[in-house]
């Protein structure tokens, strides 16, 4: 008897203990499945987001780990990569090559190969799609092959026909009375404006206020630009001055007698367009500028390309270098000054030099910009120094945006508040003696 009872104690006691381990089993995989359902959740109503914004700084401390590991990849090899999105903050570089000749002996073609094959992969993952993911940007090239052609003098090259678009160049006796009304007919004569969604995309990313360091933006401003922009002869000859500067404050520059040739081309190639010839029959008929075409082409290159001081050294800055191409301040902490200019700002972010992050709310706050907006006031840093505000005009032409700038130099004053098409507008514009010092749009909503 005491042993039937010794044994059913121990059954018993198997059982409890049985019972126990699989109610600790069945309770952990319960919570995982809660947990697996509350992830899931968190991704679709978007409280992931939120805990992802609380843990911040720590995952900020870790990306710019990696963004300096990418770095140091990437200057280790001399591989020209295809400009692609930006999720993990990469450096991205830019193909300058010919449509006719591949001078990189087909790696474009290994490039394509190569972002083929990752988008296959990343499609394969047994039909999932990663929440929020953004595509990658297309593959751009930018023609170069032809530059050098512009550095042949001003009279030996070739030049577009004079181009005409049915608007009138001569200014009404209202537009000579209003300024603004004159700047709104530059807008309309601005026939080489580029189309948002058709023939580039941006996004914009999320907002932030001046003084908010946090990087606000998941990829690049530009998504994608149609490369037969770069086919435009007044945008193929603008963007070939673009490296003709160094760009730190200070440091004295020298231009070679082939660059004097490219801006006196370039200044040729713009004075076809309706835009300046608009802004000569301005400047002339109030008497600013006498009515001979070719003085006036002259005064342009002069007022642009001339060489004057800043930051204490002399002739180390010009209007152009610092509207388009902009300059790094190196006095104190350094900042960038200038750079106003869109396409500079998709070539330099192209190549990986700038890392654009986020738009700045507008003041007003009655509109945020989005892939249509053509005026936008952003932050970035360009070879990781920041600026911290910067407004741009985006897909106008180089010819408007001389025009534009010009015409504010010398008919305006410091502030001009001026209409756009839909965009109010105030053209900010310094003087340093004779010369612009600066000269840019702020958005006035």
């Known amino acids: 008897m005491d042993g039937l009872i010794k044994g059913l104690l121990d059954v018993a006691l198997d059982a409890i203990g049985n019972g126990e381990g699989d109610g600790d089993r069945r309770s952990g995989s319960q919570n995982q499945d809660e947990r697996s359902r509350s992830t899931w959740a968190q991704v679709v109503t978007g409280e992931e987001d939120k805990g992802e914004e609380e843990n911040g700084d720590r995952r900020q401390g870790h990306h710019r780990n990696q963004w300096n590991r990418e770095e140091e990849k990437c200057g280790q090899t001399e591989e020209w990569e295809i400009a692609g999105s930006r999720p993990s903050r990469r450096p991205q570089k830019a193909v300058h090559e010919g449509y006719d000749n591949d001078e990189y002996g087909g790696q474009h073609d290994n490039n394509q190969n190569y972002w083929k094959q990752k988008e296959e992969k ?39 026909d004079e181009i005409e678009n049915g608007y009138s160049i001569e200014p009404s006796e209202e537009e000579l009375a209003d300024l603004s009304l004159a700047c709104n007919k530059l807008w309309e004569l601005d026939i080489n404006r580029l189309v948002p969604g058709k023939d580039y995309q941006i996004d914009c990313g999320e907002g932030k206020k001046v003084y908010q360091k946090e990087d606000m933006a998941e990829g690049s401003l530009f998504y994608w630009l149609n490369e037969d922009v770069f086919r435009r002869p007044t945008f193929s000859r603008f963007c070939s001055l673009l490296d003709n500067y160094n760009p730190h404050e200070g440091y004295k520059e020298t231009i070679t007698s082939e660059e004097k040739q490219e801006e006196a081309a370039f200044i040729e190639e713009i004075s076809r367009t309706t835009p300046i010839k608009y802004l000569f029959k301005y400047l002339s008929t109030k008497g600013i500028v006498s009515g001979n075409y070719q003085d006036f082409k002259r005064m342009m290159t002069n007022l642009w390309f001339d060489l004057y001081g800043r930051g204490g050294t002399s002739s180390c800055s010009s209007a152009f270098e610092h509207v388009f191409v902009g300059e790094i301040k190196n006095r104190g902490e350094q900042e960038v000054s200038g750079f106003h200019n869109w396409l500079q700002f998709y070539l330099e972010e192209a190549k990986g030099r700038v890392d654009y992050q986020g738009y700045i709310f507008p003041r007003r706050r009655r509109e945020t910009p989005d892939s249509e907006t053509q005026l936008l006031t952003i932050q970035f840093e360009w070879n990781g120094v920041l600026k911290s505000v910067s407004s741009t005009l985006v897909g106008v032409s180089p010819e408007f945006e001389i025009a534009l700038y010009t015409l504010c130099y010398y008919v305006g004053g410091e502030d001009n508040q001026v209409q756009l098409g839909p965009y109010p507008v105030n053209i900010k514009c310094y003087r340093f003696g004779n010369k612009i010092g600066s000269v840019f749009p702020i958005a006035e909503c």
Do not use: F
């Open 122 to 160: 990343e499609e394969s993952n047994d039909g999932w799609e990663t929440v929020g993911k953004k595509p990658p940007r297309r593959p751009q090239k930018v023609k170069t092959d032809h530059w050098n052609k512009y550095k042949q003098p001003a009279s030996e090259q070739e030049y577009s």
